[in-house]
T-cell receptor, first 114, second 114 residues
Framework: AQSVAQPEDQVNVAEGNPLTVKCTYS??????LFWYVQYPNRGLQFLLKYITGDNLVKGSYGFEAEFNKSQTSFHLKKPSALVSDSALYFCAVRDRTGGFKTIFGAGTRLFVKA | KAGVTQTPRYLIKTRGQQVTLSCSPI?????VSWYQQTPGQGLQFLFE???????NKGNFPGRFSGRQFSNSRSEMNVSTLELGDSALYLC?????????????FGPGTRLTVL
């Protein structure tokens, strides 16, 4: 069965510092991995995805994510955090056995302090 | 291009009643998925529709149902409401059912069951 784990409920970082939001996954086949962000009282917004190819994926708003097959991880990163990055971040996965059904992690709340 | 719209945005019902939520996907998008978001359970997949057919279903009781119309608009219905059904219900659309397709989310309908 597919599953996604986001081990940190909350991540705190100072503005200007690098940030990392962690995600590990479990699927039967090759994973299709996604990151989404949710701002208060809004739906989720797509940030980036890994399908195949280069392990470092670049996305919106300066975010990037690193796919590591051996560690089954897909951590979200940004070199320099902004206060406006404060939000709830979700990692998600699909694979061929699950079809188009998307499994989301529990979410990680990011606080960026000025 | 207009985003995903959901109506109504807020809804208050009492136990035992039923409710219908509506979702209009982005123009040209043919796949619509529904999710329930709660603080305790996070984002849980309800079902997915494509070409007016339910293609995937999550682990929810039969009180939760949905449908999709020929213009890709979708509705979900919850009958015999329970207190535990209080949640944010999110609709997401995708161009098609490709595993690499990202989803575009609406702002959600916040349902409160009293």
């Amino acid at each position: 069965a597919q599953s996604v784990a986001q081990p940190e409920d909350q991540v705190n970082v100072a503005e200007g510092n690098p940030l990392t939001v962690k995600c590990t996954y479990s699927v039967s086949g090759n994973p299709y991995l996604f990151w989404y962000v949710q701002y208060p009282n809004r739906g989720l917004q797509f940030l980036l995805k890994y399908i195949t190819g280069d392990n470092l994926v670049k996305g919106s708003y300066g975010f990037e994510a690193e796919f590591n097959k051996s560690q089954t991880s897909f951590h979200l990163k940004k070199p320099s955090a902004l206060v406006s990055d404060s939000a709830l971040y979700f990692c998600a996965v699909r694979d061929r056995t699950g079809g188009f059904k998307t499994i989301f992690g529990a979410g990680t709340r990011l606080f960026v302090k000025a | 291009k207009a985003g995903v719209t959901q109506t109504p945005r807020y809804l208050i019902k009492t136990r035992g009643q039923q409710v219908t939520l509506s979702c209009s996907p982005i123009s040209g998008h043919r796949s619509v998925s529904w999710y329930q978001q709660t603080p305790g359970q996070g984002l849980q997949f309800l079902f997915e529709y494509f070409s007016e057919t339910q293609r995937n279903k999550g682990n929810f009781p039969g009180r939760f149902s949905g449908r999709q119309f020929s213009n890709s608009r979708s509705e979900m219905n919850v009958s015999t409401l329970e207190l535990g059904d209080s949640a944010l219900y999110l609709c997401a659309s995708s161009l098609n059912r490709g595993l690499d397709n990202e989803q575009f989310f609406g702002p959600g309908t916040r349902l409160t069951v009293l």
